[in-house]
């Protein structure tokens, strides 16, 4: 299944932030979205990782864990996804950038952290718009970030002193890529404008416009011994340049997918790259540089790779992609994914996966999902409905995920309704099936065009049982209601990840949906309210939560949720797991009340919690660890 490299390349419709409150988070054990950079240390004893989950993770080499994490302010929606990060070759300093606040008003910042201690040190502000690309310089004085802001500009910044040096402006859209030169003398930035150039470091002087690739250009790599620049594109092209001058050298390979990642080997022999916007397949290559010559096609990975690492000693590759939101660990030699020694895990992922397919049993008892893709699939059947669960009734509550042998008895998306039909075809910038037509008797009466503020595509859709209203998922969590004239009745907010999948029970009251967060969602369909969020561990381990913080789960469940507590943009968060509230929350009667309610409010005032304090609680449960 395809995931794009978008960011959300606009700040006029972001929500100013919340206040400082408790906000519930999975912790599966790995990433549960998108993972867009993956770095050794240099002692090559641990990797680190960042992901759209708005998580790094520092994962333990010999034992496969992660053994800490790093969490900066989050909130709603965007707020807190991870889109670029680095680690300074001294190991002191970790930078990362994406949709991370620098005030009430801008998310613009670039978060530094002293990595050893994973304290925020200072925050840089510069940019216009999210940044999307990071990188230091081999003597670790610099930083360089690139953005999809309104000048397409890269910023040089002076780590010692935390401020800004120069403004590197001259590309005409968003910039992807970044890299140093060996001798940190030289920057060189890739754009979505189909360029490359080269600037003086620390000057900020412009050297060198790279032109040749002939679209956009989403991957930089320059090698650690003779300064040489591999850039890599959507046309398929992985192209070398001269470090000093800009000038091409050659077309390196054609690898028939586009380019999504580019890492040299330590020495310079080998170039490693990763895929990115494909329906598959899904190949990384290993390149012998400077022929060209292929040496390994790895075949590990069932989705796109958009992050790639070389070990300090050249032996180990490391890819992060996938559905399951994995890292894999494979020798550069042969591609076999690293032997296990104690225990050393040869993929750094969590128990998570992406949700595909969503649906209602007919008598609206039972609630299904699955967790696999198909070959041939569609838009609204990407894959069969694998594992169901009972809804709660007065006398039952939310039941165990039990196996489903068969899915024939239950409402999936319905994309028609008596005459009325509902179709995708492809428009808007990004090339992908962004117009829904809302069509009768075969005549087009409405179109909802989607951008880069409400989602890019329409990734599922449905009617509801009545036929009035239209709900559609799309990317980045957008899960949309609209009238059959088009217009946006309003939003389901809460998921944080493509929507893959919705449904409708028959009665017209509950709306189900599938995302690439690893959850499936209940909503009150008329009201727009949350009511449950279910996760379904592949170790068969479970929890299901409501928006209050109350939860059912199974033996186990409660050490994969937790509360996040921000502590302001300029300081790490804190994060207590639920299995550390003494099972205070753990209450599957407000979670079938909240369920057969329609609102969690109506639970709560049922079982006479209407004043409910969650943060008191967890206030206590941080003083006592």
Not at 54 to 69: A, C, D, F, S, Y
Not at 137 to 146: E, H, T, W
Not at 382 to 398: A, K, Q, S, V
Not at 408 to 434: E, I, M, P
Request: charged fraction near 20%.
């Amino acid at each position: 299944m395809p995931k794009i490299l978008f960011i959300l390349l606009t700040l006029c419709t972001l929500p100013t932030l919340a206040a400082e409150k408790p906000i519930l988070q999975i912790d599966p054990g790995g990433h549960k979205a998108k993972i867009n950079d993956i770095v050794f240390t240099p002692d090559g004893q641990s990797l680190v990782s960042a992901s759209e989950d708005k998580l790094i993770r520092v994962w333990n080499l010999k034992t496969g864990r992660t053994e800490r994490t790093l969490r900066g302010q989050i909130g709603e929606g965007s707020e807190g996804k991870i889109y670029a990060m680095a680690l300074s070759p001294d190991g002191r300093w970790l930078a990362a950038g994406g949709w991370l606040p620098s005030d009430r008003t801008k998310y613009d910042a670039i978060q530094l952290y002293d990595f050893h201690t994973g304290k925020i040190v200072a925050l840089l502000s510069g940019h216009t718009n999210v940044v999307s690309a990071l990188a230091f310089s081999p003597d670790s004085r610099y930083l360089v970030s690139g953005s999809g802001d309104f000048k397409a500009k890269a910023i040089l910044w002076d780590i010692k002193r935390k401020r800004r040096l120069h403004t590197l402006a001259g590309h005409t859209e968003a910039i992807y890529a970044v890299a140093f030169t060996p001798d940190s003398k030289r920057v060189v930035t890739g754009s979505f404008d189909h360029s490359l150039r080269l600037w003086q470091v620390p000057n900020g002087k412009h050297l060198a416009t790279l032109k040749g690739h002939t679209d956009k250009v989403q991957a930089v790599a320059i090698s650690p011994q003779d300064g040489t620049i591999a850039s890599g594109s959507w046309d398929h092209t992985i192209r070398l340049w001269n470090g000093r001058t800009g000038r091409f050298i050659k077309t390196l390979a054609n690898q028939g997918t586009q380019v999504g990642s580019l890492s040299f080997s330590p020495d310079g022999r080998y170039l490693l790259s990763g895929v990115a916007m494909q329906r598959g397949p899904f190949y990384c290559h290993v390149y012998s540089v400077p022929t060209g010559k292929e040496l390994l096609t790895y075949k590990g990975h069932d989705n796109n790779v958009i992050a790639t690492a070389i070990s300090p000693d050249g032996r180990w590759a490391a890819t992060g992609g996938g559905n399951d939101r994995g890292i894999q660990i494979w020798t550069l030699r042969d591609g076999k994914l690293k032997p296990k020694v104690s225990e050393a895990k040869q993929r750094l992922v969590g128990v998570g996966a992406s949700t595909w397919a969503v649906g209602f049993s007919k008598d609206g008892k039972n609630l299904a999902w699955g967790k696999s893709t198909k070959s041939g699939w569609q838009v609204n059947d990407y894959g069969p409905l694998e594992y169901h669960i009972t809804l709660p009734t007065p006398t039952r509550p939310l039941g165990t995920p039990k196996p489903l042998n068969q899915d024939n008895n239950y409402l999936r998306a319905q994309d028609q309704w008596r005459s009325w039909t509902l179709r995708t075809q492809q428009g808007g910038n990004y090339g992908l099936q962004a117009i829904l037509q809302i069509r009768h008797n075969n005549r087009t009466q409405a179109s909802i065009e989607r951008g880069s503020t409400d989602g890019y595509d329409h990734r599922s859709y449905t009617f509801t049982p009545n036929g009035q209203t239209i709900i559609s998922g799309g990317m980045n969590g957008v899960l949309t209601a609209y009238n059959r004239a088009g217009t946006k009745l309003g939003d389901y907010i809460g998921h944080t990840g493509d929507v893959w999948a919705v449904a409708v029970s028959a009665d017209g009251r509950l709306l189900a949906s599938a995302s690439d967060d690893q959850t499936v969602r209940l909503w009150n369909l008329q009201s727009f309210e949350p009511l449950l969020t279910h996760f379904h561990g592949n170790d068969g381990e479970w929890v299901a939560w409501t928006p209050s913080g109350h939860y059912t789960a199974s033996p186990n469940g409660d050490n994969l949720i937790g509360w996040q507590i921000n502590r302001g943009v300029d300081k790490a968060a804190d994060y207590v797991s639920a299995a550390k509230m003494g099972k205070q929350l753990e209450r599957p009667d407000i979670v079938a009340n909240t369920v057969r309610l329609l609102s969690v409010k109506q639970a709560l005032a049922q079982v006479g919690l209407s004043d409910f304090n969650l943060e008191q609680l967890i206030d206590e449960a941080l003083k006592n660890h």
